[in-house]
């Protein structure tokens, strides 16, 4: 069996009074991204290895349905020594009995430690983790994304994709940028304090004012659901007011030490099928659209992603 | 009291490990856009007509908590036609008993009659609706909004703020943009077979391939996560596949017409204060930020909204 993931396209048919901007058309329509996606030869998909996954259960929810939500961990040259830490963290089960502790509205779901800030109170991290320097923000500019987004745009002179991952670029540097989804790492006031104790993912208009101030790791690639229906914290910055109102994290593992667990796969963003796709995101004219806007945001051409038993 | 509703203008201080994107500062630190915001003298912020308010009321929550969710209509030169036939669809009730009946992760949560596809059941339209031609999607580009977010975008040449609102335009026409919390109308294949008793409002990422494929007739300033963060369904595009999924929508009135309702007031978008937000929100260099964008986004420039008693 497989299954497209991704919400954006998901969608299997037309329905009436929708914005249909992922539907399937109907034989004699013209293409659109997701009839692209669901054509692309076998060839074109690239396993992720299943020793890259942060597979993190949640507390089931009140109805007792269990919330999985898994999390591509971000290759190198990005962020490494982040990624490094957190397989430490795994390793050590730290997350293990952490919670979500903060849902702000459009901007970030953050999970953590609760007591990380309380002196004496704090769990203890595990030996072994790296301080990282802001340098490992960005890698060095060889190897800019091929450009799939219509060019730079407000925040970078380049952007595009590269190895399955939204980048942007300038002739000094490449960086991954905040698209929804993504999981970065929560820091103090200086750049070098994140650890990959805290994370945190995008659940709204992509904030790219944190990209080369926040460290990227990842993006999370099933269950972004569990995450982002969560009820936002009413206290400042959508942080949870009470203990009753976090959501218990039970565990989080590595993909390769979870028995049963699906194959998950990327469409290559170097594939033909990509370019397509990208290019019929930033053109839509089918059934429903009737003005094709001729560009597109990075953030709005998602990777496809999907599973495969 | 005053309250700044908008989260990403919520935050009121510094808490460790967040990227506190809107965090005010300490005393001796640079100005944030929410201490811009905050400082702003009075003249700037302009009062919402309550008779442009939509007051929508969804039944109480598993808790018992009441959600109520606050929508500004448009105003012209954008989408009249629509915006005349939902204060019909108000004046008759029509709303009232409705659901929500769709929430597509990081796409739109759309709510109307479930029955209104299916001959027989459909709830009755009130006398008078006007269909609206596809030509009101935009309006003449006289008065192309003063550019507030660093020049055009992938998807138009330019864009910025007029009134209050994020409008995007070329040297023929201006339309309104599909950001973060805009409510739109749900329409079928056709462009004029939208009513008015079908909306959406955007819950993720701006879906720009919409703007002028679809009819922009306001946005919601109070309430959003009672709408965002409602569970995501599992059918089609997010469509609920139960009856007892959807989210019954007890009564939608007007301002006007709601007893001890707050003021509402936006900053204006010609103000000098308004100026000074949208260019710290592209040139963050405080405590937190290391890295200027040196742009941003026009749907990462959220109009500030607050309440007055």
Known sequence: MRKILLASVLSAC????????EAAPPPAAPQTPADIVAKAPAAEWK???????????????????????VIQLMPAPFSQGW???????????????????????????QWGDPDGETPGKAKPLPKGLAPVPQSEYVAPARGLPKDASGG???YAPRNGFSA?????????????????????????????TGTGAELYVVNGQAPR?????????????????????LPRGTGDMGFYKTAQER????????????????????????????????????????????QPAGGV?????????????
Chains 1, 2 share one sequence.
């Open 14 to 21: 037309l329905t009436a009074f929708i914005p249909a901007a």
């Open 209 to 229: 004012q944190l990209d080369r101030n926040v460290a990227l790791v990842g993006r999370v690639i099933s269950g972004m659901e569990h995450l982002s229906a």
């Open 83 to 109: 990624v490094g830490n957190i397989r430490k963290l795994v390793a050590a089960r730290w997350y293990d009995g952490i919670a979500v502790v903060r849902v702000q509205d459009n901007y970030v779901v």
């Open 247 to 290: 959501v218990p994290i039970l565990s989080v593992r590595m993909g390769n030490e979870v028995p049963g667990l699906p194959g998950y796969e990327y469409l290559s963003t170097e594939s033909q099928s990509f370019a397509a796709y990208a290019d019929k995101r930033a053109n839509r004219k089918d059934d429903f659209y009737i």
């Open 164 to 192: 399955g991952w939204p980048i942007a670029g300038d002739e000094q540097a490449s960086w991954p940028i905040h698209c929804y989804g993504m999981v970065g790492v929560g820091r103090n006031m200086a750049p070098d």
């Open 152 to 154: 730079g745009d407000a």
């Open 297 to 309: 945001d990075v953030c709005n051409v998602p990777v496809p992603i999907r599973e495969v038993m």
């Open 47 to 69: 396993r992720i290895a299943p020793s890259d996954l942060l597979i993190m259960d949640l507390a089931a929810d009140a109805a007792g349905h269990t919330r999985r939500v």
